[in-house]
């Protein structure tokens, strides 16, 4: 065994598994799966491998997982985590047992979905492509700092219906009840299931182990059922085997939630259904069953009737908030009330009731479906970022870059993979062009999603391979790297 695991840990799991103790002690010498998962937002799983194929990728990196039909098993991280595909946002570097339950969570286009402790961002992206740019999206986490890290992952997937917010569950419960439709809860736990990729999270599980996690899950379990609107499905998830954070903390809620009931879970082959009475619905990947690392997943049912969200102190269709008395408010006041397709902009592309105007602190945003900034919750992100207004001027921002598609922009340069200027701009470098290599297709870039932004500057969109990965400004036969200085790849 490479790893080295407390002496009670292995006990414990001896008692547990049983005659499978061995097979899974063998599973440590293995080395850990990688995986990437397709942004369906952006393009699907055949096209990608078509494309990765013809653009020189190693066929023998896109392996497919079975239960993920978006995902492809990876053997080089580095590969693809510095290849311009990543930096445009058609896939999520994810291990493969993690992609599991966004998956089992069976969310559709015009839910309200919350992920409750979302950072880095790899389940909210994935409930986002499911998503398919219809109804909203909560991506929280409680730290500030990890929401940051959140909010990057987001915008970087082209997802213009999201909200990033760093609170606690207990102010989101109180702000919010019986909100959502979806509700994701991949809990903090003590890790069990990682301690092959991550060894270091084993010499710490002592020190905070079960008995350490199983208070704050259920603590962040009871506001989740307050938040879950009746007849909606929240699934539970943790990286760790154990009984007492996996089933004790799902018992725990169904103690004290009785209007909470666990639905099942569909098959597939190598998941281990959980043996304690009355829970044979919830899952676990185990490393010596199948491709990947450890996940346990509870998919569970608030009883009522779909639909019966209660009222909460707005209203979609509320007059938006604009924060500063400024020139700035002005202009999106403006816009707003002259332009008719505020109120009900490119339904058939979002499936909202349109996108409003939101200016805050000189960033300009569009709220997607009528949908107010609720007061008093910290948000990091508020529904798709347009740019900074200066001087009566609206620069386009790299959130904006990745949730457009190449012919959603007046002017855009299209760089092969293999042209030199392509890595050179992700590095951060301004980048030589010629005017016969721009495609001009409308007069201006001034509408975002059919909405009127007045003074959107109409930079050129840089496309890799026909996906955009950023704006440059001419000047010159020069384009000016406006990419986002901390996107830029080293």
């Not at 850990?32 to 397709?38: S, V």
């Not at 998919?299 to 509320?318: C, F, I, N, S, T």
């Not at 979002?350 to 569009?366: A, K, P, V």
């Not at 509408?447 to 001419?474: H, T």
Request: charged share 25%; with cysteine.
């Amino acid at each position: 065994m490479t790893v080295s695991l407390p002496d009670r840990y292995c006990q414990i799991m001896k008692e547990f598994l049983k005659e499978d103790y061995p097979a899974w002690q063998d599973s440590f010498l293995a080395l850990p799966f990688k995986g990437i998962r397709i942004n369906d937002l952006k393009i699907d799983a055949a096209a990608f491998a078509e494309l990765w194929e013809r653009c020189g990728g190693r066929e023998e990196n896109l392996e497919p997982i079975d239960w993920i039909p978006n995902g492809f098993f990876i053997k080089d991280t580095a590969t693809f985590s510095s290849h311009p595909f990543y930096q445009a946002g058609l896939y999520y570097i994810q291990e493969p047992s993690a992609m599991t339950p966004a998956e089992i969570l069976p969310v559709e286009p015009g839910n309200i979905v919350l992920d409750l402790c979302a950072a880095p961002g790899g389940k909210t992206t994935q409930l986002l492509a499911k998503l398919r740019g219809m109804g909203i999206l909560y991506a929280n986490d409680i730290s500030a700092s990890r929401a940051k890290a959140l909010r990057k992952n987001v915008e970087m997937a082209g997802a213009a219906n999201a909200f990033v917010t760093a609170e606690s569950p207990e102010k989101l419960a109180a702000s919010f009840p019986g909100f959502f439709d979806r509700i994701l809860v991949d809990a903090p736990c003590s890790g069990e299931g990682m301690f092959r990729r991550k060894p270091e999270m084993a010499g710490e599980w002592e020190e905070r182990g079960p008995d350490y996690y199983a208070p704050l899950q259920r603590e962040i379990l009871d506001k989740a059922a307050f938040l879950l609107a009746s007849g909606g499905l929240m699934a539970y998830s943790t990286c760790t085997f154990s009984e007492l954070e996996n089933e004790g903390s799902v018992e725990w809620l169904l103690g004290k939630h009785p209007e909470m009931e666990i639905c099942n879970i569909p098959d597939y082959e190598g998941f281990l259904r959980s043996r304690v009475a009355g829970l044979h619905g919830c899952i676990r990947i185990m490393p010596h069953r199948m491709s990947g690392e450890g996940q346990f997943v509870c998919l569970m049912r608030k009883k009522g009737a779909a639909g019966d969200r209660l009222p909460v102190q707005w209203e979609a269709g509320d007059r938006l908030p604009v924060q500063r008395a400024t020139k700035d408010r002005m202009l999106v006041e403006r816009v707003a009330r002259d332009n008719p397709l505020t109120k009900r902009a490119a339904r058939g592309k979002t499936g909202n009731d349109g996108f409003s105007l939101y200016e805050r602190g000189g960033q300009i945003y569009l709220l997607p479906g009528g949908h107010k900034i609720r007061p008093g919750i910290r948000y990091l992100m508020t529904g798709l970022y347009v740019g900074d207004q200066k001087s009566g001027k609206v620069r386009p921002s790299q959130a904006l870059a990745q949730a457009l598609r190449a012919e959603e922009w007046s002017r855009v340069l299209n760089l092969p993979v293999g042209d030199g200027r392509l890595l050179r701009y992700l590095r951060g470098e301004s980048i030589e062009y010629s005017k016969e290599e721009i495609v001009i297709q409308s007069e201006t870039s001034d509408r975002v999603f059919g909405v009127k932004v007045e003074g959107l500057v109409g930079d050129i969109l840089i496309l890799a391979e026909g996906f955009p990965v950023g704006f440059g400004a001419e000047n010159r036969g020069i384009l000016k790297n406006r990419r986002n200085p901390g996107w830029r790849i080293q």
